[in-house]
């Protein structure tokens, strides 16, 4: 079974640039995650998607950050414009359907440099 | 809001040893779990803990879990270079359409040859 894909995996831009973010989760999961990791710390939801809804959304710096899943399977994940704190791994995760306490399955990450 | 703690945050150990790891968290919970992460690599599911009192275990790692005391540990027998990583638990909580999980800080493991 073929894992989360994430791409690209390493971006370098400059700050009040903008970025942005591909995710392909696992084929039939539904509900898609995605999660900022700052080095150092665990990873902090930003966004999670079930279909192309949005469940939960409080941690989104939306005057900087945007996301969005057409069709309910790949998501993008945009930041405009970028600022140093910004800098981080980007994870994305997805989950099987059924039962809600099913562990979520990470993709390999972007990892961001904003300079 | 829910915090999760995790201690120690480093731990250096040598091959054949044992320790734990714990992981507090604030509020009530009964979804708890376990991930692995490798140096540059992204996390890999290690346990998950959905009751008071459940217990697993996978290789040289146990994980267990009280609701009450509001306490996850991990444990690590006869240690191997191999567990070096960094572990993070996380505590699930349930938001409108299903599982949000909030991270401990994560305990980076070195094990010493």
């Known amino acids: 079974e073929a894992g989360v894909a994430q791409s690209p995996r390493y971006k370098i831009i400059e700050k009040r640039q903008s970025v942005a973010f591909w995710c392909n989760p696992i084929s039939g999961h539904a509900t898609l995650y995605w999660y900022q990791q700052i080095l150092g710390q665990g990873p902090k939801l930003l966004i999670q998607f079930q279909n192309n809804g949005v469940v939960d959304d409080s941690q989104l710096p939306k005057d900087r950050f945007s996301a969005e899943r057409l069709k309910g399977v790949d998501s993008t994940l945009k930041i405009q414009p970028a600022k140093l704190e910004d800098s981080a791994v980007y994870l994305c995760?997805?989950?099987?359907?059924?039962?809600?306490?099913?562990?979520?399955?990470f993709g390999p990450g972007t990892r961001l440099t904003v300079l | 809001e829910l915090k999760v703690e995790q201690n120690p945050l480093f731990l250096s150990m040598q091959e054949g040893k044992n320790y734990t790891i714990y992981c507090n968290y604030s509020t009530t919970s009964d979804r708890l779990y376990w991930y692995r992460q490798d140096p540059g690599k992204s996390l890999e599911s290690l346990f998950v803990?959905?009751?008071?009192?459940a217990v697993k275990q996978e290789g040289r790692l146990m994980a267990s879990l009280d609701t009450k005391a509001r306490l996850s540990t991990l444990h690590i027998t006869a240690a191997v270079h191999d567990l070096s990583a960094t572990y993070f638990c996380a505590v699930g909580g349930l938001t409108g359409g299903g599982n949000k999980l909030t991270f401990g800080t994560g305990t980076q493991l070195k094990v010493e040859l």
């Open positions: 995760a997805s989950r099987p359907p059924g039962v809600r306490w099913n562990e979520q399955f």
């Open positions: 803990l959905l009751s008071n009192g």
